[in-house]
């Protein structure tokens, strides 16, 4: 992993609390798993239909039938299940997942989340996000703070077609953690070395400030 997602992966594993039922989406999301103390009960789910995923397979063990939404190889903790899609998304629609920690394209001042799809650009499908961001009680979004050319990918608005309406609780990426609240966007963190001018600096969105940071 390149510098900047070991910290956002690092920071995104601290809101895994023990006990919680959790979805990992597809991409950098998949890397939480390896990150979870092993001393905690936490049973992750994948939408195509497993509850109980573990770490990623060492080299030579990969077993094909097993894979996460992602379609990556993965393995399974003791007592995980396996079920078809329907009951898959009737545990996310039906409010029993805990936590989705999901990517992100654009993340707006007010919560709003597009992550999906960008248009011109070939998709397979909408796949499970927008189930999630509905259905789960948390939502985390885990990003970089810029795009390639530099330019925020923490809006006023959201420019690609959303995923949710205002469905964020907490944003990570590797400059900051902004909670979205009541009162509007609020920075909460800072990355090791990073200052609040730097956030505002390549931040788009209008944010206020956590006292005491």
Not at 64 to 85: H, M, Q, R, Y
Not at 177 to 205: C, H, I, P
Request: with cysteine; glycine share 12%.
């Amino acid at each position: 992993m390149k510098d900047a997602r070991i910290t956002i992966v690092k920071r995104a594993v601290q809101e895994i609390k023990d006990g919680m039922n959790v979805n990992l989406g597809i991409g950098m999301p998949t890397l939480v798993a390896n990150e979870i103390p092993t001393d905690f009960n936490v049973l992750l789910q994948s939408e195509n239909g497993l509850l109980g995923i573990g770490p990623y397979p060492i080299a030579g063990q990969e077993d094909a039938d097993l894979i996460n939404a992602g379609k990556e190889t993965i393995t399974t903790v003791p007592g995980s299940s396996f079920f078809d899609s329907a009951e898959s998304f009737a545990m996310i629609r039906g409010g029993h997942i805990d936590l989705a920690i999901l990517g992100g394209m654009e993340v707006a001042e007010n919560g709003d989340l597009a992550n999906w799809m960008i248009p011109g650009k070939v998709v397979k499908g909408m796949g499970g996000a927008m189930d999630l961001v509905a259905g789960a009680k948390r939502v985390v979004v885990i990003m970089d703070h810029v795009n390639k050319h530099g330019i925020s990918k923490v809006k006023k608005m959201c420019t690609l077609p959303l995923t949710g309406k205002a469905v964020v609780h907490r944003l990570i990426t590797d400059m900051a953690v902004f909670d979205f609240t009541d009162q509007g966007m609020v920075l909460v963190e800072t990355a090791s070395g990073v200052t609040v001018d730097e956030v505002k600096e390549k931040t788009e969105a209008t944010f206020t400030v956590a006292k005491g940071l």
